[in-house]
């Protein structure tokens, strides 16, 4: 008997329960392919022989880490599993290591996965796979990833299958945030259409995923999207039946436990003790539609985003509508969001092949040159997500080069490194080296952060150690001009930008004044600008403007020289004109500089004591007053003084400007409203230049920044951005 061991290393597409989440730590990195129809061979010493196992819920990579034989596997391991010569390492996960290997008779490039035989094999898990493979044996379709091989060979077991030169939809979409845009529908939808291809053939063969994710998907050079990971794999009962001719196992049984990647379960996967068939697969279809056409995943749990929380949330809580992130999305492809995200599994559609009819209008003809024409922009390897608003940003900006040499690692938050995936298919081989050869089973790996980057807290980032605010670029022009830009702010859909600009004499009422940019979409470029007009810009000075409620409420400093005054202008809607100015504040005394936060509820305001010190305000409502203000404690305000402080939606990140000689840029993080600012340190010099940095802004998120600044080699004071990137 040549039985495997269970094999799925991804740290973060686990069994999660309520009390525990396991994250691992596992290394994985892409792997390509020279050739994709190696075959493999074997003898019948070889064959699979496949028996009964147990059925278990996925161990966490936590457990399956710490097992010793592992160590003790890979220091014995030789050089040749059967017919394989192995190569370079691509990847380790809980059970298993992944191999670039050579077929020695054929010449072929595989990757093989190598399972130790070892004392220590859990053979109820070794049981369950066993299982799990005489089901996966039935899948062959051009959108689930082809298998090779599988066989037992000098004190390992193995599992071949071709290498797919290409990246995952994640990776993909990554490369496009990371640029500032969004990824065009075309292919957002060309992907998913062909994902939902490859989910019909392995519903059609009574298999459930569990696990449908944008890193399972990838797309080859070719244009392919393959399915991978079915490691976590769910059966439906007529498929049980043929797979356990005894009767030992019955339909797949409601687990205790929610398997899957938190995020993107279906509701009654997060249910944990629900049946789940099909359309739960169709929900994390349209979730993984939602997040490449957003880079958003549609329900978000507040706080720290814990298991428990966002079970609740999937739950529970209604998806943002992904208008909100990105106006332009079809109708059409909206109607089939909706449907998808439906929490009654009956009102989601009824068939994967039904998904895919319906996106074939919005699919890109030639997703293989879309992919090519998005990597060929990509000046750099991506290794995160962006969910900040994209701003359409140059790739070269002129003083920043000097700051500090842009690098990354292949560290992630709190420790966690990339782990690697799984996917296990069989298919039956038609010209192996052995006519006898009867079944052939494979291994994909891909990698995967352990926590979406995307899903991850601002405050939690930059606490890691492992993330930084660098600049990115400047805001373009006509936004930046030859003139003196102030400040800025950007509505949290990123269809409203107000900036503050001095001496653009053709329309100026004062020194300084406020303009309003618009566009129609995030990738559109802006307007021309609107200055604001005599009955909001005076002889005088308009400056640090907040926009607020939706982009349709700007607060901004007016002063004369000798007084500063907060006000505020509304409209109703974006078509419609700005009132007149009214004050902000009740307290005269906190006026200099007011940043609000997106929904207007809470403001970050200053106020000359000894120095200049920072207080936040809040209220219940847009129509409530304000209450009084709580100074904020000695690890912000110190005797040098502290001005234009700006403050995250979920108030756990604060960046101020400091006045030294130059002022910089400081950063403080906090568990939430009603904890004391613990961790302050001073921006590094990737946006702490020579010369200053002041007024900054930061995106509702946390994850971006802007801020006015003047660099050596450009005098001119400009507004830069600034996002979290890994260090």
């Known amino acids: ?29 892409d792997g390509t392919s020279s050739d994709a129809e190696t075959h493999g061979a074997r003898n019948d010493q070889q064959a699979l022989n496949l028996g009964e196992g147990s059925e278990i819920d996925t161990p966490t990579v936590v457990e399956m880490t710490n097992r010793k034989h592992k160590r003790a596997s890979a220091a014995r391991r030789p050089d040749l599993i059967g017919a394989y010569r192995l190569g370079r390492q691509l990847g380790e996960g809980g059970m298993g290591t992944v191999f670039e290997a050579v077929h020695t008779s054929l010449d072929k490039t595989v990757a093989i996965k190598l399972i130790s035989a070892g004392k220590e094999a859990d053979q109820t898990q070794i049981g369950q796979f066993k299982r799990e493979l005489k089901a996966l044996g039935r899948l062959s379709h051009s959108n689930i990833v082809e298998a090779y091989d599988g066989g037992f060979a000098d004190g390992e077991y193995y599992l071949a299958m071709e290498l797919i030169d290409g990246p995952s939809a994640g990776q993909i979409l990554s490369r496009a945030m ?15 259409r062909q994902a939902a291809l490859g989910l019909h053939h392995a519903h ?9 994710k944008p890193s399972n998907l990838i797309v080859d050079r070719t244009g392919e999207v393959k399915l991978l990971d079915l490691g976590l794999a769910a059966f439906e009962s007529s498929v049980q039946d043929r797979v356990d001719a005894s009767k030992e196992f019955a339909a797949e049984k409601p687990s205790s436990s929610a398997i899957g990647t938190i995020g993107y379960m279906s509701p009654e996967q997060a249910a944990q003790g629900t049946a789940i068939g099909r359309q739960s697969d169709l929900y994390s279809l349209g979730v993984t539609l939602y997040k490449l056409l957003t880079g958003r995943l549609p329900i978000e749990a507040s706080g720290t985003g814990n298991a428990a929380q966002m079970f609740v949330a999937v739950q529970n809580e209604t998806p943002v509508d992904p208008t909100v992130y990105r106006p332009e999305i079809p109708d ?47 000046t750099a390897a991506s290794a995160g997500e962006r969910t900040a608003v994209p701003v359409n940003l140059p790739t070269s900006v002129p003083g920043t080069q000097n700051c500090s040499r842009w690098t990354r690692n292949s560290l992630t938050w709190g420790g966690l490194v990339i782990s690697l995936t799984t996917a296990l298919f069989a298919n039956w081989i038609g010209r192996s080296l052995n006519a006898t050869s009867s079944k052939a089973f494979a291994l994909v790996a891909s990698e995967q952060n352990a926590i979406e980057e995307a899903e991850l807290n601002a405050a939690e980032m930059l606490r890691s150690g492992e993330w930084e605010f660098r600049v990115t670029g400047k805001l373009p022009s006509p936004i930046n001009t030859e003139f003196y830009e102030n400040s800025a702010d950007l509505s949290s859909d990123g269809l409203v930008l107000v900036c503050s600009s001095s001496a653009r004499q053709d ?11 618009q566009r129609d979409a995030i990738d559109q470029p802006w307007s021309s600008g609107t200055n604001l007009g005599p009955h909001i810009n005076s002889e005088h000075d308009e400056v640090l403007p907040s926009l607020f409620d939706d982009g349709n409420a700007i607060a901004f400093t007016f002063s004369d020289g000798e007084t500063k005054t907060a006000m505020v202008i509304r409209r109703e809607s974006r078509q419609s004109a700005w009132s007149e100015p009214t004050p902000l504040l009740q307290c005269t005394d906190y006026q200099p500089s007011v940043d609000l936060t997106s929904d207007g509820l809470n403001a970050v305001v200053s106020r000359s004591v000894t120095s200049w010190d920072l207080f936040v305000i809040r209220r219940k409502n847009l129509d409530s ?27 756990r990140l604060l960046v101020f400007s400091r006045l030294n000689t130059n002022p910089d840029l400081w950063v403080a993080i906090r568990d939430s409203w009603d904890d004391e600012f613990l961790y302050v340190r001073r921006l590094s010099d990737v946006c702490n230049c020579p010369g200053f940095e002041k007024h900054p802004r930061l995106s509702p998120d946390g994850k971006t920044l802007y801020f006015s600044a003047i660099r050596d080699d450009d005098p001119i004071h400009d507004i830069y951005v600034a996002s979290l990137v890994r260090k």
Request: proline share 4%.
């Open 332 to 378: 059409g492809v909206l109607e089939l969001i909706d449907r998808l995200l439906q929490k009654d599994p009956l009102a989601r559609p009824k068939t994967a092949d039904e998904v895919a009819t319906a996106l074939k209008d919005f699919a890109a003809d030639d997703l293989a040159a879309a992919v090519e024409a998005l990597q060929e922009d990509d």
């Open 204 to 212: 059609e063969q009574g298999i459930i995923h569990r696990d449908i």
């Open 625 to 651: 007053p304000w209450g009084e203000p709580i100074q904020l404690g000695t690890s912000i305000n110190t005797y040098l003084g502290e001005v234009s402080g700006s403050i995250s939606d979920d108030g």
């Open 507 to 517: 329309e100026s009422m004062g020194r300084a004044d406020l303009w309003v940019f």
């Open 1 to 29: 008997m040549n039985p495997y061991p269970d094999v799925n290393g991804n740290g973060n597409s686990r069994t999660f329960s309520a009390k525990s989440t396991g994250i691992g730590n596992g290394i994985g990195n």
């Open 178 to 192: 990371k640029e500032s845009k969004f990824l065009s529908i075309g292919i957002a939808a060309e992907i998913v």
